[in-house]
């Protein structure tokens, strides 16, 4: 026999042709007992160096992965965060990836769940529910704060970038109502008094962002110059509402859009119907997401840090997992909310008072 042949035939193949790899295959292949190679894959004394590095080095030719999962639930515990996402919300991409950093930091692993147009939040939400997490995180939550409140019964609940006060789950996001103020301030120091508010009924943020709009440009004197229109959260909604928003309002100069998707919506559309964008219509959008930096795009958003907010949610669902320590009474809900800046892009420009 050839060393090649004598190499393959030590090398065992995987049991079942793909099938998961058990510490019963391993403790075969190693000729071995079970009961040692649990000693050496749970790193506890009672097994040779010599025994142990022959039982790791037949686990890894074989691709024995450890049960993780059911090691945790055998404790009782998961060790798991479900985090809920809107599935065509880019920005959630982009929180996703923050939070998955953040609770491998903080010794957790991540159960994702998407709300799409044929599932619902609700149905997420259970679905993570079923897996035994022991906190769930929610991107852009609008279930109603009873409801929410029923869950946080069963396990701890962080909403993020949405607004809520109950006593019995948290929440963080930022500061909508001062990010439109921003935004307000922005578009009327470069001339413009015509401003629109592409809204998103029924989306969390959009009730603070509208109260906000309204009451800026009433202080500011604008009130029969500006006007708030229900659009949505998609480029869709932003092209379709922008239209039928340009034909009512004619002399609009400006627009405030729900989140940058809209805006991209906005500003395709717009450039349709043979608006120079920012001399004819300057746009502004929210989340700061990769998508505003698009070189044909150049977006002025209000910006939301996704590592601070993922950071800090999972700060907060920990924070509720883990036991309190004896005698400390258990906290009330914490809501907090992080600070937003404009970041000026080529969207909104600096047109010429005289013409605004």
Avoid at 313 to 320: D, F, I, K, S
């Amino acid at each position: 026999m050839s060393d090649a042949d004598a190499r393959d035939a030590r090398r065992p193949v995987r049991p079942g042709g793909g099938k998961r790899v058990t510490m019963r295959d391993v403790a075969d292949a190693a000729g071995v007992s079970q009961p040692l190679v649990s000693i050496v894959m749970r790193d506890v004394p009672g097994a040779s160096p010599e025994s142990r590095a022959h039982v790791l080095e037949v686990a890894s030719r074989l691709g024995y992965r450890r049960d993780e999962r059911a090691r945790m639930l055998k404790q009782g515990r998961s060790r798991l965060i479900g985090i809920v996402f809107h599935a065509a919300q880019p920005f959630h991409g982009e929180l996703i990836d923050e939070l998955q950093l953040a609770a491998r930091e903080a010794g957790y692993n991540v159960s994702l769940a998407a709300v799409t147009r044929r599932r619902g939040e609700a149905d997420a939400i259970e679905a993570l529910l079923g897996e035994r997490v022991e906190g769930l995180v929610l991107l852009g939550a609008s279930l109603a704060e009873e409801e929410l409140e029923r869950i946080a019964d069963e396990v701890p609940v962080v909403t993020v970038a949405s607004q809520y006060s109950s006593a019995r789950f948290d929440s963080v996001s930022m500061d909508d109502a001062r990010g439109t103020e921003l935004a307000v301030q922005h578009l009327r120091e470069r001339g413009h008094t015509r401003i629109l508010y592409l809204g998103a009924p029924g989306v969390s943020g959009d009730e603070v962002r509208t109260a906000t709009f309204l009451e800026a440009t009433t202080a500011a004197g604008l009130g029969d110059e500006v006007a708030v229109v229900a659009g949505g959260a998609s480029e869709a909604a932003g092209a379709k509402v922008i239209e039928d928003a340009l034909k009512h309002h004619p002399d609009a100069t400006a627009v405030i859009a729900f989140n940058d998707r809209s805006a991209q919506g906005v500003v395709a559309q717009a450039r349709l119907l043979g608006k120079r964008i920012p001399e004819d219509l300057a746009v502004v959008g929210f989340d700061n997401s990769e998508q505003a930096e698009l070189p044909y795009l150049q977006l002025t958003s209000l910006a939301q840090d996704p590592a601070q907010l993922a950071s800090t949610a999972v700060e907060m669902v920990v924070g509720r997992v883990d036991p309190t320590a004896e005698g400390e009474a258990p906290r009330t809900g914490e809501h907090r909310i992080l600070p937003t800046k404009l970041v000026v892009r080529s969207s909104s420009g600096d047109p010429a008072p005289s013409s605004r």
